[in-house]
């Protein structure tokens, strides 16, 4: 019930490409869907974040897509770029409390 | 600093012994988690502090991790007789307000702890 899957495990694109990563959930409580975006050495930075009343959102060249009856949400990254080679993580969780974590994505974005 | 700092930054410790990490949180966070990160893997929670409220400690996976948070101020996270299981990156994160507001969570660097 509170297991997000997430995937793929790792992700290569070229450069001006489009980069996907997918995540579905089981507990239909949860009521905000953030993605976060992790550099090595560094704590997790809040990239973009959804809640389930809308079914996508925009910010820049990021976008969330979100399925309520699916229970799956993604993250696309148009255009990308090789400063956008990070690990992402998808979450969820209930007002905004405590996060439950995908395993995450290495997304390397070759030049 | 404005944002949340984590001491120390490392830390390489022997089967069996203790360790006390630290957690500055951002001004003015009322809220601030504990998770754990093992290598390649997710963030697993730990522990909730919400102002004065009791805190939620699902997270922990056994009576030997607590957590101690004064106040709205710094939190330490104690791990007794460590394991080498209990080797992880340990990230702190804060946040305004009461839960519901759909605050961020601003994450600090983390402590990596080794255990050998």
């Known amino acids: 019930q509170q297991q997000v899957k997430q995937s793929p495990q790792s992700l290569i694109v070229q450069k001006g490409g489009i980069s996907i990563i997918n995540c579905a959930y089981e507990n239909t409580a949860f009521d905000y869907f953030p993605w976060y975006q992790q550099f090595p050495g560094k704590g997790p930075a809040l990239l973009i974040a959804?809640?389930?009343?809308?079914s996508e959102k925009k910010e820049g060249r990021f976008t969330i897509s979100f399925n309520k009856s699916a229970k799956q949400f993604s993250l696309h990254i148009m255009d990308s770029q090789p400063g956008d080679s990070a690990t992402y993580f998808c979450a969820a969780s209930k007002g905004g409390n405590k996060l439950v974590f995908g395993a995450g994505t290495i997304l390397r974005v070759k030049s | 600093g404005a944002g949340v700092s984590q001491s120390p930054s490392n830390k390489v410790t022997e089967k069996g012994k203790d360790v006390e990490l630290r957690c500055d949180p951002i001004s003015g966070h009322t809220a601030l988690y504990w998770y754990r990160q093992r290598l390649g893997q997710g963030l697993e929670f730990l522990i909730y502090?919400?102002?004065?409220?009791?805190?939620?400690k699902s997270g922990l996976p056994s009576d030997r991790f607590s957590a101690e948070r004064t106040g709205e101020s710094v939190s330490t996270l104690t791990i007794q007789r460590t394991q080498q299981e209990d080797s992880a990156v340990y990230l702190c994160?804060?946040?305004?307000?009461?839960?519901?507001?759909?605050?961020?969570?601003?994450f600090g660097p983390g402590t990596r702890l080794t255990v050998l």
């Open positions: 959804i809640r389930p009343d809308v």
């Open positions: 502090f919400q102002g004065n409220s009791a805190p939620d």
């Open positions: 994160a804060s946040r305004p307000g009461l839960a519901g507001a759909w605050n961020e969570q601003f």
